[in-house]
């Protein structure tokens, strides 16, 4: 490694349950091992070495007393390294259509807008409610896919037809498939100042 050895990249890293060294240098195999190393392989490496150390890993890992531990571990190496996870949005919308409870995927919804107490659900054919407030919607949802283009509106970036103004300078979302138009506020207008 250009910048460090393997030893102070695991020291630094801190992860010691689960380092495999594999070097030419027989000389620190001791040191590896007080860091915590499962194993110390030198090069060349014999495959049935390298079986050998594998099946150690495997039995390391099945025994091991953390039950996220390699998730807890890669999580803290991508932290160590400055990469951030990738976020995980919302797939489905559980929503109510009168008595029935249906599963929407995100992706067939054009908008979501909030009405009095509950959230309104807009699809191409019906539309639904939900209980979830557009502020909490607006953090749980991709904001490439959604876009919230007012305080009680996020809308699918994908559903929209065009921007229009009113005669009183307004800017309006047409939706594809609806005659429906939904206001922007000005602190959203930006968004569609390119398009």
Do not use: C
């Not at 393997?6 to 349950?17: D, M, N, P, R, V």
């Not at 890669?74 to 390294?81: G, P, R, V």
């Amino acid at each position: 490694m250009p910048a460090k050895t393997g030893l102070e990249a695991a020291k630094e890293i801190g992860i010691k349950s689960h380092i495999v060294f594999i070097t030419a240098y027989d000389q620190y195999a001791v040191e590896a091992f007080d860091q915590g190393a499962v194993d110390y392989v030198l090069k060349p490496a014999d495959p049935e070495r390298l079986s050998k150390t594998v099946e150690r890993l495997k039995a390391r890992l099945t025994t091991s007393t953390e039950p996220n531990d390699m998730s807890n571990m890669l999580a803290q190496l991508a932290k160590q390294l400055g990469i951030a996870p990738k976020p995980t949005y919302l797939q489905w919308i559980q929503a109510s259509i009168g008595q029935e409870l249906r599963l929407i995927p995100v992706e067939d919804i054009l908008f979501f807008q909030s009405d009095e107490k509950y959230t309104r659900v807009q699809t191409a054919s019906y539309e639904a409610l939900i209980r979830k407030p557009v502020r909490d919607l607006a953090e749980e949802l991709d904001p490439n896919l959604f876009w919230q283009i007012h305080r009680s509106t996020l809308v699918n970036s994908k559903a929209i037809s065009g921007v229009v103004r009113d005669m009183r300078g307004r800017h309006l979302v047409q939706i594809k498939g609806l005659t429906e138009k939904l206001e922007v506020s000005r602190s959203f207008v930006h968004l569609f100042k390119q398009m």
